[in-house]
Structure formats: structure tokens, C-alpha cells
């Protein structure tokens, strides 16, 4: 971390954007493109959408705040490098008759945690160098 703590709000941003896309997901209804769950009916798929996202945010708030700063980092660095790939995966799928992620707010969610991501890992980088 820097003295000013710009890597913790940079990763702070990137969760938070993340999280708030996970709640647009659900009006987008992101679940009709998910293996699993676009197969069942879009009543019980959303409710079961919403519903695992209780363990995976579990698990994320566990190892962002992990005890260990080795797990904490490589964490962080893992969280960016999805954030990046999963604007990669949206990208991919913007041509699909399922894919509602069009809008100015759905693009600025999913675009700015990937650039939040992308600017946490070179801090991140740039703090490992000078440490």
C-alpha cells in the first residue's frame, strides 16, 4: 500500500463497482447467459442468482480482508485481473439476443472496474518495486 493508501482505495473501487454491476445484473437478468442457470425458469434463475452471490460476497469480504497480507495481496491482484477479463467476457457477448448490458450505467459499471482493476494492478506494481 502507499503511505496515502491509493492502492487500498483503488481496490476499494473496483469492489464497489463490481458489486454495483452484480446488482444491475439482476435487472439485466445475467443469469439467461450463465451455463447452469439458463436452462431453468427465469423465475427460479434470478432467485437463484441473487441467492449464491450470498457465499461468493462471503468469500470476497473474507479474503479482502484476510489477516494475511500475503493472501490479501494476491487476492487484490486476482480480483483485478478478473475485473479486466470480465469486461473481455462482456464484450464477448454483447451480439447474444440475451444480453441487456447496453445502457450508459451498464457499460460504466463493467468498463470502470475493469480501468479501476488495470490502474490497482500498476500501483500495486509500482508500490512492489519501490518497497
Given at each position: 500500500m502507499t503511505p496515502d493508501g491509493t492502492d487500498d482505495w483503488t481496490f476499494y473501487?473496483?469492489?464497489?463497482?463490481?458489486?454495483?454491476?452484480?446488482?444491475?445484473?439482476?435487472?439485466?437478468?445475467?443469469?439467461?447467459?450463465?451455463?447452469?442457470?439458463?436452462?431453468?425458469?427465469?423465475?427460479?434463475?434470478?432467485?437463484?442468482?441473487?441467492?449464491?452471490?450470498?457465499?461468493?460476497f462471503l468469500v470476497l469480504f473474507r479474503l479482502a480482508t484476510h489477516p494475511s497480507p500475503r493472501v490479501r495481496r494476491r487476492f487484490r491482484l486476482a480480483l483485478d485481473a478478473f475485473a479486466v477479463a470480465h469486461a473481455v467476457l462482456h464484450r464477448g457477448f454483447r451480439d447474444r439476443p440475451e444480453y441487456e448490458f447496453e445502457g450508459t450505467t451498464s457499460r460504466a459499471l463493467i468498463r470502470g472496474a475493469a480501468l479501476a482493476g488495470l490502474v490497482h494492478l500498476l500501483l500495486s506494481e509500482r508500490t512492489r518495486r519501490t518497497a
Amino acid at each position: 500500500m502507499t503511505p496515502d493508501g491509493t492502492d487500498d482505495w483503488t481496490f476499494y473501487a473496483v469492489l464497489a463497482l463490481l458489486f454495483a454491476h452484480e446488482l444491475d445484473a439482476v435487472e439485466r437478468h445475467e443469469w439467461r447467459l450463465l451455463p447452469g442457470l439458463r436452462s431453468l425458469d427465469d423465475g427460479l434463475a434470478g432467485r437463484l442468482f441473487v441467492v449464491l452471490h450470498v457465499p461468493l460476497f462471503l468469500v470476497l469480504f473474507r479474503l479482502a480482508t484476510h489477516p494475511s497480507p500475503r493472501v490479501r495481496r494476491r487476492f487484490r491482484l486476482a480480483l483485478d485481473a478478473f475485473a479486466v477479463a470480465h469486461a473481455v467476457l462482456h464484450r464477448g457477448f454483447r451480439d447474444r439476443p440475451e444480453y441487456e448490458f447496453e445502457g450508459t450505467t451498464s457499460r460504466a459499471l463493467i468498463r470502470g472496474a475493469a480501468l479501476a482493476g488495470l490502474v490497482h494492478l500498476l500501483l500495486s506494481e509500482r508500490t512492489r518495486r519501490t518497497a
